[in-house]
T-cell receptor, first 113, second 113 residues
């Protein structure tokens, strides 16, 4: 079945610095790659996603890059702010058309003011 | 006008008891899910229903029984609760046939003593 590996598990940066989180997946047929943010005590919420027909997508300070050949995709956050502190999850859909979204292990990002 | 709502938000109970968590979505989605988030923040899919029909059952113990009376509701009943069942349970929904965003409820924190 599909496997998703996410690194690092924790990341601490100074406010204003950039943060990068990387995920690798196993199923070459995967074609949709979302990133979710979960603030403490809250629900996971989609922050950005990318489909396999593009290599990069940007939304203000966040961007996602996709390397289909290497089967990895990354979340980039620039000019980090304390409110970016949260747990970030990458995800891919399992094989077949079951709609099963498989999440990475999560990365706890701490932005120090 | 919450999109995905689940109740109760907190549940504290003794081992061996039976408990239920209810979930409702008003987004008109066909597919609903239950995810379990353990103390290490791993988000693991448990069940998925599409139009009241079970389509994913991730080898969850049969003490867990989901019930979908209609496509807007997916409830979770847990029998003979064990310590290891302590977790946050998230209900979610998505639009079937479209690979896209998962909308999560606020979560139900279950503590088994």
């Amino acid at each position: 079945g599909e496997n998703v590996e996410q690194h690092p598990s924790t990341l601490s940066v100074q406010e204003g610095d950039s943060a990068v989180i990387k995920c690798t997946y196993s199923d070459s047929a995967s074609n949709y790659f979302p990133w979710y943010k979960q603030e403490l005590g809250k629900r996971p919420q989609l922050i950005i996603d990318i489909r396999s027909n593009v290599g990069e997508k940007k939304d203000q300070r966040i961007a996602v890059t996709l390397n289909k050949t290497a089967k990895h995709f990354s979340l980039h956050i620039t000019e980090t702010q304390p409110e970016d502190s949260a747990v970030y999850f990458c995800a891919v859909y399992g094989s077949g058309n079951t709609g099963k979204l498989i999440f990475g292990q999560g990365t706890t990002l701490q932005v120090k003011p | 006008d919450t999109a995905v709502s689940q109740t109760p938000k907190y549940l504290v109970t003794q081992m061996g008891n039976d408990k239920s968590i209810k979930c409702e979505q008003n987004l008109g989605h066909d597919t609903m899910y239950w995810y379990k988030q353990d103390s290490k923040k791993f988000l693991k899919i448990m069940f998925s229903y599409n139009n009241k029909e079970l389509i994913i059952n991730e080898t969850v113990p049969n003490r867990f029984s989901p019930k979908s009376p209609d496509k807007a509701h997916l409830n979770l009943h847990i029998n003979s609760l064990e310590l290891g069942d302590s977790a946050v349970y998230f209900c979610a929904s998505s639009s079937r046939g479209q690979v896209g965003e998962l909308f999560f409820g606020e979560g139900s924190r279950l503590t088994v003593l």
